[in-house]
């Protein structure tokens, strides 16, 4: 069983820089797949950013350029450093494990981006 506790959340303006992360605890062995995902009021859950044990990155288009995530494999920690937010990247935020065939989710922490 993987337990993911996510941090960094807040309320921003339109502009500024957040950073997340999440610790993941639990794990015999590396996470293969960690990520970030967010759920805006009224829409479906959509993936932001996904990382692999070997440092492959997958970006949804909407973040492109602005959003990066990173890991730190030996904390089994994922990290999303979001710049020039958006108030359409207004969210909660959840973090995401692919470990031994199942999905593990974080309780989500919540992004707020003020114009």
């Known amino acids: 069983q993987v337990q993911l506790v996510e941090s960094g959340g807040g309320l921003v303006q339109a502009g500024e820089s957040l950073r997340l992360s999440c610790a993941a605890s639990g794990s015999s062995h590396s996470i293969n797949t960690m990520g970030w995902y967010r759920q805006a009021p009224g829409k479906q859950r959509e993936l932001v950013a996904s990382?692999?044990?070997?440092?492959?990155?997958n970006y949804a288009d909407s973040v492109k350029g602005r959003f990066t995530i990173s890991r730190d494999n030996a904390k089994n920690t994922v990290y999303l450093q979001m710049n020039s937010l958006k108030p359409e990247d207004t969210a909660v935020y959840y973090c995401?494990?692919?470990?031994?065939?199942?999905?593990?989710w974080g309780q989500g922490t919540q992004v707020t981006v003020s114009s």
């Open positions: 990382i692999t044990v070997g440092g492959s990155t």
């Open positions: 995401n494990a692919d470990y031994e065939w199942v999905n593990y």
